[in-house]
């Protein structure tokens, strides 16, 4: 099959020509525009060939908070990140942020789609934080949809019936360990575990997919 004839990657068929990109962000507070990105993970998803989804990379950046930004003691308490410890190696948000995108906008392509979907738990809060940090950084080509997202929150209370990441991993049979929560990564990753179990596990049990749809303008016997 010749490259302007090949078929198109099966990831573009499964979310309407969506990327699916779990992510997950560590902050200095709730207030998107006011307090400080600390931390980002972005893990891009991928698709075999029998249609099976799965992790394919992960990337992390440490980040500076932005000038003026606030950082709350209660958050930093949650998180354990201290700021200004030389050892996070981390960098100004604009550099960061242009790592984290550039992947993913690689990804997209090479999965034949037009647009990544940030995947996330509670996915407003890391959906908003993501949009609020490319803004601030002028960063105009922001691979993400601006308002679609998957939440797997909402997935896990469907399908497990509970709500809390680590509840919910634990009833997937997802390992999950208290310590090592709260680093953008090990969150982003055991969130892109649940999210791959969900969604493969819905087309295990015949749900994608869909039956197709009756043609209407068929005429009636």
Request: charged share 25%.
């Amino acid at each position: 099959m010749t490259e302007e004839h090949k078929e198109p990657h099966p990831m573009s068929r499964r979310f309407r020509g969506f990327l699916p990109v779990v992510v997950d962000v560590e902050t200095g507070g709730f207030n998107p525009e006011k307090d400080a990105l600390l931390e980002i993970a972005a893990v891009i998803l991928t698709m075999d060939d029998d249609g099976w989804l799965k992790r394919a990379e992960t990337h992390v950046q440490q980040i500076d908070p932005f000038e003026g930004a606030n950082l709350e003691q209660s958050a930093l308490d949650f998180t354990g990140i201290d700021p200004w410890n030389p050892e996070r190696e981390a960098v100004p948000e604009r550099e960061g942020m242009s790592e984290i995108f550039g992947p993913i906008r690689k990804a997209v392509k090479a999965h034949d789609c037009k647009r990544a979907v940030l995947v996330g738990h509670n996915a407003t809060f890391d959906h908003n934080f993501v949009f609020a940090a490319a803004l601030r950084s002028d960063i105009r080509r922001n691979p993400f949809h601006p308002f679609s997202t998957f939440d797997t929150a909402t997935l896990a209370g469907l399908a497990y019936g509970h709500t809390v990441l680590a509840q919910a991993c634990k009833l997937a049979g997802i390992p999950f360990s208290n310590k090592d929560a709260h680093s953008a990564a090990y969150d982003a990753e055991k969130t892109a575990d649940l999210f791959c179990g969900i969604v493969n596990r819905w087309r295990e049990i015949g749900g994608f997919p869909p039956p197709p749809i009756p043609d209407d303008t068929e005429e009636a016997p």
